[in-house]
């Protein structure tokens, strides 16, 4: 089992930053990758980054540039730094890691105001 708490998620104004993590804990040595996805109202959730355990990324076009996804393995703590935020990076952003099972956060929300 894995358990994953996100923190970070808050309101800020269009061309602002912030910075989601996601702390793991149980059985983390099993976890292949982790990322983030994010769900809007209406929408689908859809990816948003992942790294892997060996640190490679990848990013959904429409944030390439803008976000960088970061992993502490010490901390077993996935970082996701968002920057020049606009009003469509708004939703509900959820932290993901996949072993065996997928394993999913609480989610936080993420609010950009124009």
């Known amino acids: 089992q894995v358990q994953l708490v996100e923190s970070g998620g808050g309101l800020v104004q269009a061309g602002g930053s912030l910075r989601l993590s996601c702390a793991a804990s149980?059985?983390?040595?099993?976890?292949?990758?982790m990322g983030w996805y994010r769900q809007a109202p209406g929408k689908q959730r859809e990816l948003v980054a992942i790294i892997t355990s060996g640190g490679s990324t990848k990013y959904a076009d429409s944030v390439k540039g803008r976000f960088t996804i970061s992993r502490d393995n010490a901390k077993n703590t996935v970082h996701l730094q968002m920057n020049s935020l606009i009003p469509e990076d708004t939703a509900v952003y959820y932290c993901?890691?996949?072993?065996?099972?997928?394993?999913w956060g609480q989610g936080t929300q993420v609010t950009v105001s124009s």
């Open positions: 149980g059985t983390i040595f099993s976890i292949n990758f």
């Open positions: 993901h890691a996949s072993s065996a099972s997928d394993y």
